[in-house]
């Protein structure tokens, strides 16, 4: 019999009757699959369930802690979504709707980790302006972020590109490693406990799988070969999955994503520039916009050297896509509202005869 536990279950078991709690190893579309106390099962969603639905960050991805009805002949039912303690959105560009759920912009692709490893590669494709995106997304996750730069092998010299990220990343582990030689990977056994789960973020190409594979002790990804040109790979992760390490750490692997769209994440820019929105409080002017009011303090720290100019436009520049995210939203929102309005009228005034000649 499985065990839960092993899988991260710490909360109360509450159950509704009848139910077991389980959680989802696996997503295809509107199919999963669930680890619970009679092991891996495929599941779907319970209509009922569906209707209760209001968005889609209603349904369940993988990671979520949920409760189902076992079905020892056919595919269980899910009835019930757990609580998330962390989760990892992005902007979902295409949105798209679920039956009657609404269509919001967020994408809910992983829930209930502990830590978020943000991959790069320590060759071409080495962003250090990418890296603070997602170091952004990951604190507003509500879990603890850890950088992993991969490929340290074929490096000069990887401490540049450490101290780098240590520069923009107060607070955060930055770990240089290479999948191929085991450089670094020492490093990253603190993090490999019973029971936590891990996140793997990154492009494509950027060694997730190899690490995969690695910390598996078996070839579970396919790793595919990267362009000499850019350094870019192709999706080798076709799907996201939770996988069981050998040490009884948990990962989840999530596809490459060529753009993190900023969903949501005010807090977690806070997080990332702890200092540059605590020289934002010190202006004399609450809607100060550091560009010529006196008594900026942000302005005074740019004159003064404290606060380095790249940081500052790297904090502009994620403020203003968290800008354009959510006037996006407001507006898919309002144009999906005005739509609704307009069709009902049609309706009611074809009804009426209006469209009669």
């Known amino acids: 019999m499985t065990n839960l536990k092993d899988y991260g279950y710490t909360e109360p078991e509450v159950l509704e009757k009848g139910l077991i709690p389980a959680r989802i190893t696996e997503q295809h579309r509107d199919h999963y699959k669930a ?24 349904l369940p991805c993988v990671g979520d802690f949920v409760q189902l009805r076992y079905n020892d002949s056919g595919p269980s039912l899910i009835e019930k979504l757990e609580e998330r303690h962390s989760k990892f959105s992005r902007f979902d560009a295409f949105g798209g709707s679920f039956g009657h759920i609404k269509a919001d912009r967020e994408q809910v692709v992983a829930a209930n980790f502990d830590y978020v490893f943000i991959i790069s590669s320590l060759n071409h494709d080495f962003n250090i302006n990418r890296i603070a995106r997602y170091l952004t997304q990951a604190w507003q996750s509500g879990a603890q972020p850890v950088v992993i730069l991969t490929k ?40 490999l406990t019973p029971a936590k789960t891990i996140v793997f973020l990154g492009m494509s190409g950027v060694g997730k799988s190899s690490l995969l594979n690695v910390l598996m002790n078996r070839e579970v990804m396919q790793v595919s070969a990267i362009r000499d040109s850019d350094s870019r790979g192709r999706h080798t992760t076709t799907h996201r999955q939770l996988f069981m390490l050998p040490s009884g750490a948990l990962v989840i692997d999530t596809p490459g994503m ?28 609450s809607n100060c916009s550091h560009e010529s009011e006196p008594g900026c303090a942000v302005l ?58």
């Open 152 to 191: 340290a092998d074929l490096a000069v010299d990887s401490s540049e590109s450490v101290l780098e990220v240590q520069n923009i990343a107060a607070g955060v582990s930055v770990h240089a490693i290479s999948s191929h030689t085991g450089f670094g990977l020492e490093g990253l056994e603190k993090y």
């Open 300 to 357: 005074a720290a740019l004159d003064g050297g404290s606060l380095p100019h790249e940081q500052w436009e790297r904090y502009k520049a994620q403020m203003k896509e968290i800008r354009f995210v959510e006037d996006k939203t407001a507006y898919m929102s309002e144009r999906k509202t005005w739509g609704k309005e307009i069709s009902k009228f049609s309706k009611q005034l074809k009804k009426s005869g209006g469209f009669k000649r």
């Open 35 to 58: 680890i619970c106390e009679k092991g891996e099962v495929q599941a779907v969603l319970k209509g009922s369930f569906i209707h209760s639905a209001k968005v889609k960050d209603d």
């Open 258 to 285: 060529r753009e993190l769209g900023l969903y949501g994440a005010q807090e977690g820019l806070g997080s990332s520039f702890s200092s540059v929105e605590e020289l934002s409080r010190q202006c004399r002017f």
